[in-house]
């Protein structure tokens, strides 16, 4: 490998991490601590993620169950999970917070599949971009004669063309995760 693919190399990576993070945020029928992630909690003045403040724990497939440390903060996480765009009521019983997880309907999940295709698109975008860069890089080297350059240029686009095959990859089976019924 040469320093121009690994440095296209790095770069999707990147793109598959955030897409990893984009799908675990996709709501699906089953109970998913990752949905919490992007929640902050006014606790003491200060907005701290639900993480920092609680144990998440998955009781059942469809159940979260959110127990916080210091019960004086359980009224805080409970209303910032309402205010949050979840769309699922919180149900505090003095201790813990109760996250049920309805399973989604057939037009929801159809919704859920084009917004993973959206994500989807976008780390190939991302990935794209990435080679792009690494094949400017090469024009640009005047270390390299123009068969060095094309020989870049040719391994660029073989690991172009993996990465988006993992994309595509990732992209099936979070789409039969979520069509599951």
């Given at each position: ?9 790095k ?17 699906t029928?089953?109970a ?8 902050r909690?006014?606790?003491?003045g ?13 009781p059942?497939a ?8 210091d ?6 996480i409970?209303k910032?999970?309402?205010s ?41 975008v ?22 060095e350059v ?18 595509d990859?990732?992209l ?10």
């Amino acid at each position: 490998m040469s320093q121009y693919s690994d440095s296209a190399r790095k770069h999707m990576d990147k793109c598959l991490n955030a897409l990893r993070g984009n799908f675990a945020r996709v709501r699906t029928g089953r109970a998913n601590a990752h949905v919490l992630d992007d929640i902050r909690v006014d606790y003491y003045g200060q907005m701290t993620p639900i993480t920092q403040l609680a144990g998440v724990k998955v009781p059942e497939a469809s159940m979260l169950v959110v127990e916080p440390w210091d019960k004086s903060a359980l009224k805080s996480i409970e209303k910032a999970i309402e205010s949050s765009d979840l769309g699922i009521t919180p149900s505090n019983d003095g201790v813990s917070i109760r996250l049920p997880f309805p399973k989604p309907t057939e037009e929801r999940r159809k919704e859920l599949v084009k917004e993973c295709h959206k994500y989807a698109e976008e780390a190939k975008v991302a990935i794209r971009n990435a080679r792009r860069d690494a094949n400017g890089k090469a024009e640009r080297s005047e270390e390299l004669s123009e068969d060095e350059v094309a020989r870049e240029k040719k391994g660029i686009q073989k690991v172009t063309d993996d990465y988006v095959a993992k994309v595509d990859q990732m992209l099936k089976a979070k789409t039969a995760e979520v069509m599951e019924i």
